[in-house]
C-alpha cells in the first residue's frame, strides 16, 4: 500500500517535472499564460468589487470577510486544480482510446493521468487567492489566538485536498459517462464559486447539501467562520472548524475507492 | 444559398449529437445559475431597483445569462479553435479552394450551432430557473419574438469577433493567447458577471458600447420589456452595426490574409 503510494507519488513527479521542462522552453508563452490564469480569475473579484460599488455589506458580511472566503476558496482550489486539474481529461482519453496506452505502463494509472499536461501556469491561480486572502487578512481587524492560527494552514491544505478528491470522483464518473466532464465542473469550479460568497446568502437546503452530501462547506466555511468569530448556519457546533483534515481524509478514501470501481470497469473501445 | 443552409443544418446535427454532454451542459448550467440567482437576490435586497431593475428582473437577467452563455458563446468555442487549427496546419487552403465563402461557411456552421444550443442549452435551465424563481417572463408573444431577433444579431456579432480572432492565426500561428483575451472580454463585457447597468461611470458607458453587450445584455433589456418602439429599433441598429462592421473588418482580414497563404508541396 505505501509502496504504491510512493511509486504513484514518484512518477507524478518525473511526469510532471517532464512537462515543466517542455512549458520552460517557450518562457515567454509560459509567462504570458500564468498572467492570462491570474486574469481570468481575477474576474469574479472584480465582479465583486463591483457589487460592493452598490452595497456596504452582501448577506450581512463586509468586503474584507468575503474577501477571506474568497482567497480562501480560491487558493484550495487553485492548489488542486495544478495537482489534480488535468483528471477533467479522462472523458477525452476514455473516447479516443489514449487510455489504453496508460494501462499497459507499470507506473500507477492515477498518477499519469493526473500529471499529464501537468500545467504550471496554474500558479496563477493560486497566486490570485493568495493575494486576495491577504488582502482579507489585512483589513480585517482579526483577534487571532494560537488556534486560529493554524487553522489557516489547516483549511486551505484540506480544502485542497477535497477538492482533489471531487476531482478524481469526477474523473471516475467519467469512465462511465464519457462525455459529461462537464458535471464535475459544477461541482469544482461551481463549488469554488459558492464559497466565495457567505452562507447566509444561500437557501438552508443547499447549505445543507453542501455540508452533509457533498461537503464543500469544509473547505473554508466551517473553519473560516470561527477564524472570523462569526455566527455557524444551521445552528452546527462550532469544534467543526476543526474537522476539515477528517473530512479531507474521508472524501480522499472514497475518491480512491471511486477510482478504483471506475478503472476496474472500464472496457477498452478496441479497434 | 441552399448550399449554407446544408452547412447551418450540419453545425446544428454536429452539436446535437453529444446527448450526454449536452445533460451535463444543463446540469451545469442550472448549478451555476442558483449560485448567481442566490449572490443577486442579497444584492438586491440591500439596493432594491439597482441597476433599474427590481428582483425577479435581475432573476430573469441570471438565468438568461445561463441560457444564452453556450448559444452566444460567450465563453468561445463553437468553431474558432477548429478554424485556427485549420490555418497552422495548412489545411485551410482546401477551404479556400472550395467553392463557397470563407467567412460565410463559418456563419453558417456556427448559426447551426447556436440554434441547436438555444434549444438544448437554453430552454431548459430557462425552465428550472422559472420553477424555482420568481422571473418576470414577458407575457407577450411579440416580445418573445423581438428578443429572439436580437439573440440572432448577437449570435451574429459573437462570430464576427471570434472569426477575426480565428483569422489571427495566419500571422501568430498560435493563437491560445489572443483567444484568452477574447474570452476574458466576452465573459465580463457581454455582462455575463454582472449587468453592465451596474458598471460604474466611464467603465459602464465603454462596456455599453462594445459589441460584446450584444451578446447578453441587450438581448435581456429586449425580454425585461426596457427596449420597445423607438428604444427596440436603437437596440437593432446597434446589434446591427456592429454585426456588419466586425464581419466587414473580418472579410478585409480574410482578402488580407488569403494573399498570405502559401501552399506547399506539389
Known amino acids: 500500500m505505501a509502496d504504491a503510494l510512493l511509486s504513484g507519488l514518484r512518477a507524478y513527479g518525473l511526469i510532471a517535472g517532464m512537462w515543466i521542462r517542455s512549458t520552460m522552453a517557450y518562457r515567454a508563452s509560459f509567462v504570458m499564460t500564468v498572467l492570462g490564469n491570474f486574469a481570468v480569475t481575477s474576474f469574479d473579484f472584480i465582479t465583486i468589487l463591483l457589487m460592493f460599488s452598490h452595497v456596504d455589506a452582501l448577506g450581512g458580511y463586509t468586503l474584507g470577510e468575503i474577501a477571506f472566503l474568497y482567497g480562501a476558496s480560491g487558493t484550495a482550489f487553485g492548489l488542486a486544480d495544478l495537482v489534480m486539474g488535468s483528471m477533467n481529461r479522462l472523458g477525452r482519453r476514455v473516447r479516443d482510446g489514449t487510455l489504453d496506452t496508460l494501462l499497459v505502463r507499470p507506473v500507477p494509472v492515477l498518477a499519469q493521468v493526473a500529471a499529464d499536461q501537468f500545467a504550471l501556469r496554474r500558479l496563477g491561480r493560486i497566486t490570485q487567492g493568495l493575494l486576495v486572502f491577504g488582502y482579507g487578512v489585512l483589513v480585517l481587524d482579526i483577534e487571532w489566538t494560537p488556534l486560529r492560527v493554524m487553522l489557516v494552514p489547516l483549511m486551505l491544505l484540506s480544502g485542497a485536498a477535497i477538492f482533489s478528491a471531487l476531482y478524481v470522483a469526477g474523473a471516475a464518473f467519467q469512465f462511465w459517462a464519457q462525455d459529461a466532464s462537464e458535471v464535475q465542473n459544477s461541482f469544482t469550479y461551481g463549488g469554488n464559486t459558492l464559497l466565495q460568497y457567505p452562507p447566509t446568502l444561500f437557501a438552508k437546503d443547499l447549505v445543507r447539501g453542501v455540508t452533509f452530501v457533498v461537503p464543500l462547506a469544509f473547505v473554508n466555511w466551517l473553519p473560516a467562520l470561527y477564524v472570523l468569530g462569526r455566527p455557524y448556519p444551521l445552528d452546527l457546533p462550532q469544534w467543526l472548524a476543526f474537522l476539515p483534515p477528517v473530512v479531507a481524509a474521508v472524501c480522499c478514501w472514497l475518491a480512491a475507492l471511486a477510482w478504483r470501481v471506475g478503472l476496474r470497469s472500464y472496457r477498452s473501445t478496441g479497434s | ?266
Open chain 2, 1 to 266: 444559398m441552399r448550399l449554407y443552409a446544408v452547412v447551418a443544418a450540419g453545425g446544428f446535427r454536429r452539436y446535437a449529437t453529444y446527448r450526454m454532454a449536452t445533460a451535463a451542459g444543463v446540469f451545469t448550467n442550472t448549478v451555476f445559475g442558483f449560485i448567481m440567482a442566490y449572490t443577486y437576490t442579497a444584492l438586491w435586497d440591500e439596493r432594491p431597483q439597482l441597476g433599474g431593475y427590481d428582483l425577479s428582473q435581475a432573476l430573469t437577467y441570471v438565468w438568461l445569462g445561463q441560457a444564452l452563455l453556450m448559444t452566444c458563446a460567450m465563453m468561445g468555442g463553437g468553431f474558432e479553435d477548429e478554424l485556427m487549427e485549420r490555418i497552422r496546419t495548412g489545411d485551410i487552403a482546401i477551404d479556400l479552394y472550395r467553392p463557397a465563402d470563407l467567412q460565410m461557411w463559418w456563419l453558417s456552421g456556427d448559426l447551426g450551432r447556436a440554434a441547436f444550443h438555444l434549444m438544448g442549452r437554453g430552454i431548459v435551465p430557462m425552465a428550472l430557473g422559472a420553477l424555482a424563481f420568481d422571473l418576470a417572463l414577458p407575457s407577450s408573444p411579440l416580445t418573445w419574438l423581438a428578443f429572439l431577433v436580437s439573440v440572432a444579431l448577437g449570435v451574429v456579432v459573437s462570430f464576427a469577433v471570434r472569426f477575426l480572432v480565428a483569422l489571427s492565426a495566419f500571422w501568430l500561428m498560435d493563437g491560445a493567447g489572443v483567444m484568452q483575451i477574447c474570452w476574458l472580454a466576452g465573459l465580463f463585457f457581454s455582462g455575463m458577471l454582472l449587468p453592465l447597468n451596474l458598471f460604474p461611470g466611464t467603465l459602464g458607458e465603454v462596456a455599453r458600447a462594445l459589441p460584446w453587450s450584444s451578446l447578453l445584455q441587450v438581448p435581456a433589456d429586449v425580454f425585461l420589456g426596457k427596449r420597445t418602439g423607438w428604444g427596440l429599433v436603437q437596440a437593432y441598429a446597434f446589434q446591427g452595426g456592429w454585426a456588419l462592421a466586425l464581419l466587414a473588418a473580418g472579410r478585409a482580414l480574410q482578402t488580407a490574409a488569403t494573399r498570405r497563404v502559401v501552399v506547399q508541396g506539389g
